[in-house]
């Protein structure tokens, strides 16, 4: 089967898949969006996946969506696309219509949809851990919503990429750590593993989630709470979680090196509990 694309019901193969120019996901960045990627022919954290995306429409005060059909056309879409390992990525914009800032009246929402087989990423990155560096968070107030609008994340990324490192890290103008480009963000320091709280400054993690559940059943001390760049140059561990970042150390920020420069073991453990939760 080739990589597939559903545009608001009609499935083709992805490269012959269009949206119409007067989308406004594509004029205006108003769609939310979720990743979710599967294992063993089974889509994880669907249901996590399918919650967040609805509370991100309602947040932006999208038209009443029936998210469970949408669920099923995603999980239809995966079983004709027939991989073990894919990304199935899902877009949903306020509809189309011609470009006005305000809302459309009467305009259904528009649901876009692919799948993608997912290559494992290169285990020297998960040996050897990656390098990052540490950018200014200007996105919006509300990163708590998972929209398109990812210029920011976009230019951290390729900002880090320019300067030989594989990822960005939002620090707040007062100085305050908050996540990676596409990714939550671990610290391990004095014996505890922090992470900054749930707060509209960062999007609320699935892994992020699972990991402080795998802490909690390990019996690790892990605090939800700020934390700044000199608590971030000093952790003994830094980590990165994400769906397709799984569990990701870093090993090095800003040219600095965390810990012993070596994967830790709270960042290994912690990933083998991810995969045994993938394999239930
Ligand atoms: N990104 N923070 C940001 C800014 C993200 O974009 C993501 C996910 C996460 C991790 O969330 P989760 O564990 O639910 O995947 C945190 C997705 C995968 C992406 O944009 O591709």
Same mark, same amino acid.
């Given at each position: 089967m080739?990589?597939?694309?559903?545009?608001?019901?009609?499935?083709?193969?992805?490269e012959?898949?269009?949206?119409?120019?007067?989308?406004?996901?594509?004029?205006?960045?108003?769609?939310?969006?979720?990743?979710?990627a599967?294992?063993?022919?089974?889509?994880?954290?669907?249901?996590? %996946?399918?919650?967040?995306?609805?509370?991100?429409?309602?947040?932006?005060r999208?038209?009443?969506?029936?998210?469970?059909?949408?669920?099923?056309?995603?999980?239809?879409?995966?079983?004709?696309?027939?991989?073990?390992?894919?990304?199935?990525?899902?877009?949903?914009?306020?509809?189309?219509?011609?470009?006005? %800032?305000?809302?459309?009246?009467?305009?259904?929402?528009?649901?876009?949809?692919?799948?993608?087989?997912?290559?494992?990423?290169?285990?020297?990155?998960?040996?050897?851990?990656?390098?990052?560096i540490?950018?200014?968070?200007?996105?919006?107030?509300?990163?708590?919503?998972?929209?398109?609008?990812?210029?920011?994340?976009?230019?951290?990324?390729?900002?880090?990429?320019?300067?030989?490192?594989?990822d960005?890290?939002?620090?707040?103008?007062?100085?305050?750590?908050?996540?990676?480009?596409?990714?939550?963000?671990?610290?391990?320091?004095?014996?505890?593993?922090?992470? %900054?709280?749930?707060? @509209?400054?960062?999007?609320?993690?699935?892994?992020?989630?699972?990991?402080?559940?795998?802490?909690?059943?390990k019996?690790? @001390?892990?605090?939800?709470?700020?934390?700044?760049?000199?608590?971030?140059?000093?952790?003994?561990?830094?980590?990165?979680?994400?769906?397709i970042?799984?569990?990701?150390?870093?090993?090095?920020?800003?040219?600095?090196?965390?810990g012993?420069?070596?994967?830790?073991?709270?960042?290994?453990?912690?990933?083998?509990?991810?995969?045994?939760?993938l394999?239930?």
């Amino acid at each position: 089967m080739p990589e597939l694309a559903y545009v608001n019901g009609r499935i083709t193969p992805i490269e012959d898949a269009l949206v119409p120019v007067e989308d406004r996901g594509y004029q205006f960045g108003d769609a939310v969006y979720e990743v979710i990627a599967s294992y063993g022919g089974k889509l994880f954290c669907i249901d996590e %996946h399918f919650a967040r995306l609805d509370r991100s429409m309602k947040e932006l005060r999208f038209p009443k969506v029936q998210v469970d059909e949408i669920r099923k056309a995603a999980a239809d879409l995966f079983t004709k696309a027939d991989f073990d390992r894919a990304g199935v990525y899902i877009q949903i914009s306020r509809g189309v219509s011609p470009r006005n %800032h305000a809302f459309p009246a009467n305009v259904p929402v528009q649901v876009v949809m692919t799948v993608r087989k997912i290559e494992e990423k290169k285990p020297s990155v998960r040996e050897t851990g990656i390098c990052a560096i540490t950018v200014e968070d200007f996105r919006w107030g509300r990163c708590d919503i998972k929209t398109v609008q990812l210029l920011p994340n976009v230019l951290a990324k390729q900002k880090a990429l320019d300067a030989g490192c594989y990822d960005a890290i939002f620090v707040s103008n007062e100085g305050i750590v908050r996540e990676g480009s596409s990714s939550n963000l671990f610290i391990l320091t004095g014996g505890v593993l922090k992470t %900054h709280p749930l707060t @509209p400054d960062i999007l609320p993690g699935i892994t992020r989630a699972l990991v402080l559940d795998i802490c909690l059943e390990k019996k690790y @001390p892990v605090k939800e709470c700020f934390f700044d760049k000199s608590e971030l140059y000093g952790s003994d561990e830094v980590f990165l979680t994400g769906t397709i970042t799984e569990v990701l150390p870093v090993i090095k920020i800003d040219g600095r090196t965390v810990g012993n420069g070596k994967i830790g073991s709270a960042a290994i453990t912690l990933q083998e509990g991810l995969l045994g939760r993938l394999k239930k």
